[in-house]
Each structure stands twice: as C-alpha cells, then as structure tokens.
C-alpha cells in the first residue's frame, strides 16, 4: 500500500477531483454543491477529536458539514479548538470509514452483511458461548466509559463482570492513589496560581484550549511555570525554566523536594497537623532522600531542587505541583508511588481546597432513566483479577487490565471479545501480541474506521455512526480543568448518517433482540437525557439550543469539615492519607518510598524509549486524518527525537535514518537530532506506525512505540508500564 506523503496527498486529491487547496473529502461537485449561497445552520455539539469533548458550533450548509468553531460557554474550549478539533470534523466524509457491517471470511477479507445477520449471528454465537462457558468467559473493551451505561446492561444480562478501559496505558495510578490519599481529585486552579509545576504534563501537546489559555493568563499575571520534563515540550516553551530530567526518577525529585520542605520547615505545619495523616511514617520511610540523592538518580542538580522547593513554599498556597498523569501514571514501575507522592508535596504545600492551589472539579447531580434492570445473576470473579483476591487485588475492576486480555483468550478463559470504540492493537503493548484477540470463539469491534484492531482481529465490524451523526446523553463538564462553576453540555446529531451506521444504543437494541433481552434496551436516547437534565430544572430543548449550561458556583472552598468540626474527606481517617492502608495489606508499602526504574540503559547504544503527544494529533485517532497527516509531514512529524550529544557518538546526524530495536521489533525511522532532550532516551510521537491497511493515510507512516514494548503489568494500579523499555539504535537501516 502506498505510504502518505504530500504527493500521494495530492494524486489521492486530483484522482477524487478535488481542488488541490481543498479538502480531499469533497469531490469537486459536492464541494460546489456545499459552497454555493445557502444559509449556514450553526450545530452546538461536542468534539470527538480527544477525550476532553470540548463544545463546537459545527457549521451545515446544504446538509453537509462545512466548519466548526469553538464554543464560547464551554470550559473545555472556551470559543476555541484546537487543531485536532478542526480536523476531525472532516472525518465524516473519509473515504476509510466502515460504511456497512463486515463479516470477516479470511485472513484479510470481509464481505458486507446486513444489519438483521450480524445481530443474529453474533447474537447465537454470544449465547452459545455463555451457555457453554459462562458470562464470565465475554469481555466488553472500550476507550473511556462512554459505552459503560449500555455495556453494564448487556454483561449483567449474560452475568459478566468483564467491563476493561483502556485507562492501563493512561491514567490508572492517579485515579487508584487520589481516591484512596484524598478521597477525590483535586485539580490545579491555574488561572489563580502565583506557581505551577508541571512533571511529565505537558498542557501545550494533549491539548485542552482552555487549559492553556488559564496557565497563560497567569504567567501574564506574573505566575512562575516551571517545566520538568525529559524532553523540551511544547509547554516548556512557555515556561520559565525547562528542567530536563532523566526520564523515570520523577519520584526521587518529588522525594527530595518534600525532604526540603520538611527539613527547611518550609511546609504548612498547621495544615498537615490539623488534616494529614501517617506524615511520621512517610518522614521515616524518606529522610534520606536529601536533593543530593536525588541528583545522582535524577540528573536535576541538588541546588536546583533547594531552589524549586523554596520558591513553592514562598508562593504557597497559591502553588501546587500539576496532578496532570501523562507521564507520571501508566508509564513506569514506579508510576503508583509518584502519583502519591504528588499527592504528598501538594499537602505538605498547604494548596488543597484553596484557590490558587488545588480545588475539586464542579459537577452537577443529573437524574436516571426509571428502566427495567436484568434479574441478578451470579457473576465468576473478574477473568483479569482486577480487584479480586490475588495479584492484583488494588486494580481498580472499573478500569481492569485490558493488556492482559490476548493473554487470557490464549489461556482458553476469553470467548468472547466486544470492543467499543477502542484500538488496542495500536495502543497497546506488542501488536503481535495482541492479535491473538482474534482466536477467541467471538471477536466484535464498534468503530468508525477501519482500525487495526477491527481488521487484524474482528470476526464482525459493526460501524458506528460518526460523532455529528449521532445523539448522546448529557455529561457534566469537569475534570483536568478547574470551575467553581459546574456546565452540562451534551452531543447533539448534526447531520444524517452518510452512511448504513448506526448508534451504540440502536447496536446494543438490534443485539438484544436476539438474545432476548429487548426489554431492557426499551427506550431512547432523547428519553434517557431527559430524564438526567430534570434535576436540574430544565428541559433538554433549552438545553439543545445552547448546547452548554453554566449553573451557580457549586465548588466552595476550605478543608471539608463534618458537622462536628473534624476532617471530612471520603477516606477512613477524614484526612489526607499519606499511608494507604489497603496498599499495606496487599504487601505494599503504604507510603511512597523509593522504586527505581525496572529497567536502565546501560550500553552506549541504548535508550529508555519515550512517547507522547503532537499538539496535532490525539494518538492514533487522528493519524488517519489527511489534514491532520498534512501538518506531520510539514513539520517532520514522524521523527524521532534524539540528544545531540548521543548522536555524534553514534554517527549520526539530523535527518538520517536510524534502525531502533528492542527483544520484540526492529524498525526504521529517521531522527531530529537535538539538544532539548535527556540524554538516556529517544523519543517517538505517538501517532505513527500505522499497519491497518484500510486506513490507507496512515498506513506505513513513522512508527509505533508500541511496537517495541512489552506485555507488563504494573500490580497496584494494572498499568501498561509503557515507558519501561531500552532500545538500541544505530544509523542507517542494514
Ligand atoms: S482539545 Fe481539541 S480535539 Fe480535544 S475535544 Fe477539544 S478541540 Fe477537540
């Protein structure tokens, strides 16, 4: 298949017709048809293009879509999107989408079935299986939890506990620690902050546009942004101060800054007195963390760390390390302890329930739909043991391990395979590895696009309709981003489906019909979000012609105290917990202490592999995108990153091919060679490397970081360990 470049771009665009400038998608008499004088219909939905679904007006001329525009209310967007945003609006109309159910009938051939077959077939074969095997041998996989209200339906029908996220590879240490440390999560209230530390979190390349607008504003304000990271991010060129730092030892920095705070008396000794407890014990466990230790691990100089620990505690509370997780929480063996340990140096600073420094999000209390719920059945323990006596009894079963499930249908434990709305292959550890989903007696995907997921393992594709074509419930808008006042906004249908797609709701209805569980699948979108927005006073045609609702400031501030004046966070003592207890009692340490790496390069030829975020690209997700692809290739996207220290060593110069290899893959790419980034490692962009043959713009382009990593898991919190891997890597491609 050919690679996209921008002359594959342009033959792609004269072959459909389309003008050059103008995108690929709309052949030259619908671009005409779409341009002509028509009055423009200004849709407020939610973007698709990231998980922070921030509010857009799409523009429809003629019934197609022809632009979107930030919203102004919305707290995610705040009037605007970001590249990503604008690009994927456009997917409506890619060539690659799925377009009708598939059936798989040989290694890289589908035919097209209708509808009524693949209910019916997939129907007899789910019911086949959880007779023979029980519910729990099925497992429902999706991205986020959008799926989780029609899922949770489904697998109580059938008795299996099996819901898996992909949050392994994301998140899983924040959302395990915070509950247990705080009882909720507390996020940065930028825009009031005097000083923002940001470890690993970088808000300029997983963009949210009102987030960066926020840390803006406070540098305007005079606030001080300091930027510690192995590579210099794309909000590093905001900061104050790039710190480079040896990837993997963020938690000996974070150590050493609480054995400044603590030793200089620089905390909030009223704060931690008054709402912290097992301080002693964490002060036992890490008083000889000094900044001298940590140097040696974490290349930071010690007067460095002095410096930063110092300033914090001169600006507290109006300071607070970022809780943000790219790096910090799926990535290392130490992952869990760093993300308690952010949680240790935000309480020591005094900053949590203040403004300035650390506040909880705003959310609104939504109501349910009144729906038949399916008789109890006896559930099996979790087929992945998340939450179940045994390894990985501290996972949270909400989030599972999702890397674990080629493994189990290896075992002959999974049968059956439903993934919503989710690529593991490409986002997840050894895509080899993961095609052994496809063994399992039943493998369905829900996508829009030919994903490799859907084409290297799905026995059945059952295509979901686009973002704009569809209806979903109302959410409240929190998270990452602090608002005292709480917003619900919700994704409107923008336009008719372009092609024979279909809602997860109408795919989970045509389903049950089958397996007789229609009963409970009786009812609608539009009866579901009206019944959640009745709570609140108002009715969902007010809420369709905003799109997005701003309530009465619901967040307050100051320590939440009982009705008896004592501490009254959700955890057992009421207070910050700097020990978790659970941890303990699972044979792990209760404080954060000192992990190093599971793995260090050690030759002169090798590096810690690390990836993340292009502000144009949300993972894999946009890398089908032309326009998106367009900006890659501009801007030499698909490259790696590589200090330039490490590559005069090697020979090797900007621009050239190198070959990079681990135990598993041995690929090539060609490298940036520069001084903005640690010298241990190598970074990859996250978009690249795609292999699914059908989504023919990203097919073959750059590399997938995923490639070289190994099927890990973490036990506290499950995850991926996606940076806990050494390449080697050499010039040229031999
Ligand atoms: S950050 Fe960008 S891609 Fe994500 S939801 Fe907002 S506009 Fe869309």
């Known amino acids: 298949m050919p690679k996209f470049s921008r002359r594959t771009f342009l033959k792609m665009a004269a072959a459909t017709g389309a003008i050059g400038s103008m995108p690929v998608y709309l052949n030259r008499n619908k671009f005409l048809e779409a341009a002509e004088e028509a009055s423009i219909e200004k849709v407020p939905t939610l973007c698709n293009g990231c998980s922070n679904m921030c509010g857009m007006f799409v523009h429809v001329k003629n019934g197609r879509v022809w632009k979107a525009e930030g ?191 603590i030793t200089e008396k620089l905390y909030d000794v009223q704060f931690v007195r008054q709402y912290v407890s097992g301080f002693d014990e964490f002060w036992q466990a890490n008083k000889n963390c000094t900044p001298e230790w940590a140097e040696k691990i974490t290349s930071v100089p010690a007067d460095k760390i002095r410096e930063i620990a110092r300033e914090m505690a001169a600006k507290a509370p109006r300071a607070f390390l970022e809780t943000g997780y790219h790096g910090l929480n799926a990535h290392y063996q130490n992952s869990v302890q760093q993300a308690q340990a952010n949680v240790v140096i935000n309480a020591l600073l005094g900053n949590m329930f203040k403004v300035g420094g650390l506040l909880p999000a705003a959310s609104l209390e939504l109501g349910q739909l009144d729906k038949p719920v399916p008789p109890a059945k006896e559930k099996g323990p979790r087929v992945d043991g998340a939450g179940e006596e045994g390894p990985y009894a501290t996972v949270e079963p909400g989030r599972g391990i999702p890397q674990l499930v080629p493994k189990l249908v290896d075992e002959g434990k999974v049968k059956a395979v439903f993934i919503y709305h989710y690529n593991p292959l490409r986002t997840g550890p050894d895509p080899e590895y993961q095609k052994k989903m496809k063994d399992a007696e039943l493998v369905v995907s829900i996508p829009i696009d030919w994903n490799e997921t859907s084409y290297h393992t799905a026995h059945y594709i059952l295509p979901e309709s686009f973002f704009l074509e569809r209806m979903e419930t109302p959410v409240n808008v929190n998270g990452h981003i602090t608002h005292l006042s709480p917003q619900i906004a919700y994704r409107a249908k923008v336009v008719e489906p372009v092609h024979d797609t279909r809602s997860l709701l109408e795919i989970m209805q045509g389903l049950a019909k089958e397996i007789g569980a229609s009963k409970y699948f009786d009812f609608t979108v539009e009866e579901e979000a009206e019944a959640m927005v009745a709570p609140l006073g108002i009715t969902m045609e007010e809420l369709r012609q905003a799109g997005c609702l701003e309530f009465p400031a619901t967040v307050k501030t100051g320590f939440p105290m009982s009705a008896l004046g004592k501490p009254s966070l959700a955890t057992p003592s009421g207070k910050v917990e700097f020990s978790v207890g659970v941890y303990k009692a699972n044979g792990f340490s209760g404080v954060p202490r000192w992990i190093a790496p599971k793995v260090m390069p050690e030759k002169d030829n090798e590096f810690r592999l690390i990836h993340g975020k292009q502000p144009w690209h949300s993972h894999h997700i946009t890398s089908n995108n032309p326009y998106l692809m367009a900006i890659s290739e501009t801007y030499n996207g698909t490259w790696a990153w590589m200090n330039s220290q490490r590559a005069k060593q090697l020979g090797i110069k900007n621009g050239d091919k190198v070959t990079i290899a681990s135990d598993l893959a041995q690929k090539q790419v060609q490298v940036k060679v520069t001084e903005l980034l640690h010298p241990d490692c190598i970074w990859i962009p996250s978009a690249y490397g795609g292999f699914s043959p059908k989504a023919e713009v990203a097919y073959g382009v750059g590399v997938n970081y995923n490639d070289f990593l190994p099927m890990q898991v973490e036990p506290i919190a499950g995850s991926v360990m996606g940076q806990e891997v050494i390449v080697t890597v050499r010039k040229g491609v031999n």
């Open 71 to 261: 919203h102004p209310i919305h707290l995610k967007s705040r009037g605007r999107l970001c590249a990503r945003g604008h690009g994927t609006v456009a997917d409506i109309y890619n060539p690659h989408r799925v377009t009708q159910p598939m059936k798989r009938v040989g290694e890289d051939r589908f035919e097209p079935i209708t509808w009524e077959q693949a209910y019916q077939e997939i129907g007899q074969k789910l019911m086949k299986i959880v007779d023979e095997h029980g519910g729990n041998s099925v497992v429902w996989m999706e991205h986020g939890t959008r799926g989780k209200q029609y899922a949770d339906i489904l697998l109580d029908y059938i008795g299996s506990p099996n819901y898996i996220t992909h949050y392994a590879t994301c998140f899983t240490s924040k959302t395990n620690v915070w509950p247990k440390m705080v009882g909720t999560t507390l996020y940065g209230d930028h825009e009031n902050a005097d000083y923002m530390l940001f470890v690993g979190r970088n808000f300029a390349g997983g963009i949210i546009p009102n987030g960066m607008n926020k840390v803006l504003k406070a540098k305007e304000r005079g606030a001080k942004l300091v930027v510690v990271d192995p590579r210099h991010c794309e909000l590093a060129i905001q900061a104050d101060e790039w710190i480079p730092i040896r990837p993997g030892t963020d938690l000996a920095f974070f150590l050493a800054l609480a054995h400044v705070l």
